[in-house]
């Protein structure tokens, strides 16, 4: 059984930054890639970042230097850290993990990101 727990998140200002975590447990040698989603109210889910398993990372356009995801392997954990933060970010934020055939199989609880002007 894999787990995985995020997190992080809450309220900050424009400008402010934020860090997520997700921590996997259980059978971590099932999950492949990590995702971030968000979701904002109305909005249709969004992918944010990815971390490979490679190492190399993906970001949409409009995090790009803002937003940093990384991982620490010893710790299980990966981290999506978010700076310069807009009210545009605000969302609830979910990490996945794809399991071997790149199906996003396991989800994080979701945690709130709010960014207020």
């Known amino acids: 059984q894999v787990q995985l727990v995020q997190s992080g998140g809450g309220f900050v200002q424009v400008g402010g930054s934020l860090k997520l975590s997700c921590a996997a447990s259980g059978d971590t040698s099932k999950i492949d890639n990590i995702h971030w989603y968000r979701q904002a109210p109305g909005l249709q889910r969004e992918l944010v970042a990815v971390?490979?398993?490679?190492?190399?990372?993906y970001y949409i356009d409009s995090v790009k230097g803002r937003f940093t995801i990384s991982r620490d392997n010893a710790k299980n954990t990966v981290y999506l850290q978010m700076n310069s933060l807009k009210p545009e970010d605000t969302a609830v934020y979910h990490c996945a993990g794809e399991d071997g055939v790149g199906y996003l199989r396991y989800w994080g609880q979701g945690t709130q990101v709010t960014v207020s002007s």
């Open positions: 971390m490979y398993s490679t190492g190399s990372t």
